[in-house]
């Protein structure tokens, strides 16, 4: 089984609908993520959590949301999505081991915006 | 000035020969460098990390760090189809607090 997984895999939505993005992980890291991805832009960071009582934004965080119902549970929610939203979002996890901090990614969710 | 900067290519390297992969980054202080490689449509995963200046070597991969210029490079030695990918370079910066990818060099080896 994955160690990260995210749900839905795919979702087309339209404009001004709530969305929700799930992120669960069994590596029993701390530390989890929140990316999206757009051509040309590489990955940016949206919000991020080192523990389940830490929240704190990210380079792009304006309309999201985030709840870390537990250790291993991260949710994205877009509260009324548009469609410059439309993008590839990625869960990460990691454990900031020796200075070091490897991100383990989902595999991903396709987001349409419509 | 972006925080983390690579070429985004295409960059195109024929079957056999050595890619070199290139990024800057602006923070002085940053601490832990990253290659991740995603093909398209996929994840992006670890291929190396490195934090001492240097180089640091694992099969036909190699990251070299240089501090004071602030660049980090990966090369691909013996480059083979299945490494067509683009490579994201990453750094965790002084405060630690988090990670910054750069755009990624969309990698393309020609048979």
């Known amino acids: 089984d994955a160690d990260v997984t995210q749900t839905p895999r795919n979702r087309i939505t339209k404009t001004g609908k709530r969305i929700m993005l799930e992120c669960s992980q069994t590596?029993?890291?701390?530390?989890m993520y929140w990316y999206r991805q757009d051509p040309g832009l590489g990955l940016r960071l949206i919000y991020y959590?080192?523990?389940?009582?830490?929240?704190n934004k990210g380079e792009i965080s304006d309309g999201y949301s985030v709840s870390r119902q537990a250790q291993a549970k991260f949710s994205l929610s877009l509260e009324s999505a548009i469609p410059n939203q439309t993008a590839l979002y990625f869960c990460?996890?990691?454990?900031?081991?020796?200075?070091?901090?490897?991100?383990?990614f989902g595999p991903g969710t396709r987001l349409t915006v419509l | 000035q972006k925080e983390v900067e690579q070429n985004s290519g295409p960059l195109s390297v024929p079957e056999g020969a050595i890619a070199s992969l290139n990024c800057t980054y602006s923070?002085?202080?940053?601490?832990?460098f990253f290659w991740y490689r995603q093909y398209s449509g996929k994840s992006p995963e670890l291929i190396m990390f490195?934090?001492?200046?240097g180089d640091k070597e694992d099969g036909r991969f190699t990251a070299q760090l240089n501090k004071a210029s602030q660049y980090v490079s990966l090369l691909i030695r013996d480059s083979q189809p299945s490494d067509s990918a683009t490579y994201l370079c990453?750094?965790?910066?002084?405060?630690?607090?988090?990670?910054?990818f750069g755009s990624g060099t969309r990698l393309s080896i020609r048979p």
């Open positions: 990460a996890t990691s454990d900031f081991i020796g200075g070091t901090d490897t991100q383990y």
């Open positions: 490195i934090y001492s200046n």
């Open positions: 590596k029993g890291h701390d530390r």
């Open positions: 923070d002085r202080g940053s601490q832990s």
């Open positions: 959590s080192f523990d389940v009582k830490d929240i």
């Open positions: 990453a750094v965790i910066g002084s405060s630690a607090s988090k990670i910054i």
